[in-house]
């Protein structure tokens, strides 16, 4: 069945350190994947997604077929960085997308 | 810049009545998506348009249907609420092919009590 995996509800690290999000997934197609984010009190937002291979705020995620694993990485965690975020993939040849869990990211003074 | 706009930010209604949320996009965005997003669960999809009078059905469609009678508005129907159905209600767009990115309303939290 096709899934998108987050494990960790929520995360908490430190300003400054370095913020690894985990997501796998499980698709038999070709996937695209997207990170979106939403800061408190707004509306959810697209951070990134694998076919820019672009860096945002400083996160960039590398989708990895192999481990089937799209995990959102910064350096050097904000205090700023601090909201939800969302894994999402969407079906080759659809309009169809499927979210994970999401995890919440606390990054502490 | 891409708007998306829902009908209200919070509702409150009773068990067994019918409850309209209205979605509107102003960027001529074919396709549409109705979620609900739930703490632990995340967002669910529960039906999508990709242009008027279409409609397809998400993972969570039970309970639910849409209208889709202009390119710009996409209506989530609760025939018959219930409590739950008390949840966040998302509604988000997107071209059909250029972008694919996903642009969000800024949620209609329902309370059916």
């Known amino acids: 069945a096709q899934r998108v995996t987050q494990p960790e509800k929520l995360l908490s690290v430190f300003k400054g350190a370095p913020v690894e999000l985990k997501c796998n997934y499980s698709?038999?197609?070709?996937?695209?994947l997207f990170w979106y984010v939403q800061y408190s009190r707004q509306r959810l937002q697209l951070l990134l997604r694998?076919?820019s291979r672009e860096s945002i705020k400083g996160f960039t995620a590398d989708l990895n077929k192999g481990e089937t694993s799209f995990h959102l990485k910064k350096p050097f965690a904000q205090e700023e960085d601090s909201a939800m975020y969302y894994c999402?993939?969407?079906?080759?040849?659809?309009?169809?997308?499927?979210f994970g869990t999401g995890t919440r990211l606390k990054v502490l003074a | 810049d891409v708007k998306v706009t829902q009908s209200s930010r919070y509702l409150v209604k009773r068990t067994g009545e019918k409850v309209f949320l209205e979605c509107v996009q102003d960027m001529d965005h074919e396709n549409m998506f109705w979620y609900r997003q739930d703490p632990g669960l995340g967002l669910r999809l529960i039906y999508f348009?990709?242009?008027?009078?279409?409609?397809e059905k998400g993972d969570i469609p039970e309970g639910y249907s849409v209208s889709r009678e202009k390119k710009e508005r996409f209506s989530l129907i609760l025939e018959s609420a219930s409590t739950n159905q008390t949840s966040m209600y998302l509604c988000?767009?997107?071209?059909?092919?250029?972008?694919?990115?996903?642009?969000f309303g800024p949620g209609t939290r329902l309370t059916v009590t």
């Open positions: 698709y038999s197609g070709s996937p695209e």
């Open positions: 348009s990709y242009d008027v009078k279409m409609k």
């Open positions: 988000a767009s997107t071209r059909q092919e250029i972008t694919r990115e996903q642009y």
């Open positions: 694998h076919i």
């Open positions: 999402a993939l969407r079906f080759s040849g659809t309009y169809k997308y499927i």
